[in-house]
T-cell receptor, first 113, second 116 residues
């Protein structure tokens, strides 16, 4: 079983649609959680952190359920520019205070006219 | 600009050859990471440095792989006797400052390796 599991998609949605991505993780010792965005043939970049209380950044809302080991990302009013791969990421602190991020395979989103 | 420069951006080599990738964080960050990403997969952790000390290594890092960060600034990742399965994007990343930081990593643009 993979440590972080996501539906690979692709999700093809019309502009203006609301789309939700889900992710589960297996390591209950995971300490922090993120969504990263990766454009085609580019490096991953942080989209937002994810907290148990839920957090929102403009059109993006992220939610964490530690009991179920489940993470979600909701994108409202999707734009063409949202087309990318969305990577679910969990973090465990390692020796020396560093961070070991474990990435899911990513969910591909295509927003269409 | 994430403050991480990688070189070369692309490398094509024949099976059995050795390759070396270099990572330069623009300013000195004590934590530096290497990841590998194959097509259709998320990045996979390879190794982590705090200053010049290599503190974590993934079991993915076979004996053919070696990483160094001799002065705690730039880092190199060498692959000896390359195999076709080594074809991937090799990503270097820096962490944020402070104890543990926020968990956010800033990735370079990567070095894409193709082994023929």
């Amino acid at each position: 079983r993979k440590e972080v599991e996501q539906d690979p998609g692709p999700f093809n949605v019309p502009e203006g649609a609301t789309v939700a991505f889900n992710c589960t993780y297996s390591n209950s010792a995971s300490q922090s959680f993120f969504w990263y965005r990766q454009d085609c043939r580019k490096e991953p970049k942080l989209l937002m952190s994810v907290y148990s209380s839920g957090n929102e950044d403009g059109r993006f809302t992220a939610q964490l359920n530690r009991a179920s080991q489940y993470i979600s990302l909701l994108i409202r009013d999707s734009k063409l520019s949202d087309s990318a791969t969305y990577l679910c990421v969990v973090n465990i602190r390692v020796t020396g205070g560093g961070n070991k991020l474990t990435f899911g395979t990513g969910t591909q989103l295509k927003v269409e006219l | 600009d994430t403050g991480v420069s990688q070189d070369p951006r692309h490398k094509i080599t024949k099976r059995g050859q050795n390759v070396t990738f270099r990572c330069d964080p623009i300013s000195e960050h004590n934590r530096l990471y290497w990841y590998r990403q194959t097509l259709g997969q998320g990045p996979e952790f390879l190794t982590y440095f705090q200053n010049e000390a290599q503190l974590e290594k993934s079991r993915l890092l076979s004996d053919r792989f070696s990483a160094e960060r001799p002065k705690g600034s730039f880092s190199t990742l060498e692959i000896q006797r390359t195999e076709q399965g080594d074809s991937a994007m090799y990503l270097c990343a820096r962490g944020t400052s402070g104890l543990g930081g926020t968990g956010e990593l800033f990735f370079g643009e990567g070095s894409r390796l193709t082994v023929l």
